[in-house]
């Protein structure tokens, strides 16, 4: 069974960075894309960052340049360096791991609160 984990949230200043941590357990298939998404109090889940098995990365538009997410070379962990966060930030992050074949899961972490405040 396949399980993800996630830590490293909690309450930062404006300005301030955090990392999130996420790790699965299980085995997924080669091809595969982790990351993190977020959703806000009122809002949709929003894509914040994926990183593919083969190397490419995505971004949301709001974090682009200010977010970085990286893997560990076992593939079994990603990560999220968060600077220059702001209060808009403020959202439950999930970790996401998916599978990129014709039948692949989806997996999902149970989110890890953010908070951006003065």
């Known amino acids: 069974q396949v399980q993800l984990a996630e830590s490293g949230g909690g309450l930062v200043k404006p300005g301030g960075s955090l990392t999130l941590s996420c790790t699965i357990s299980g085995s997924i298939f080669r091809y595969n894309a982790m990351g993190w998404y977020r959703q806000a109090p009122g809002k949709e889940r929003e894509l914040v960052a994926m990183?593919?098995?083969?190397?490419?990365?995505n971004y949301g538009d709001d974090v682009k340049g200010r977010f970085t997410i990286s893997r560990d070379n076992g593939m079994d962990s990603v990560y999220l360096q968060m600077n220059s966060l702001k209060p808009e930030d403020t959202a439950v992050y999930y970790c996401?791991?998916?599978?990129?074949?014709?039948?692949?899961?989806?997996?999902w972490g149970r989110g890890t609160q953010v908070t951006v405040s003065s």
């Open positions: 996401n791991a998916r599978e990129l074949s014709p039948a692949g899961a989806d997996y």
């Open positions: 990183k593919f098995s083969t190397g490419p990365t």
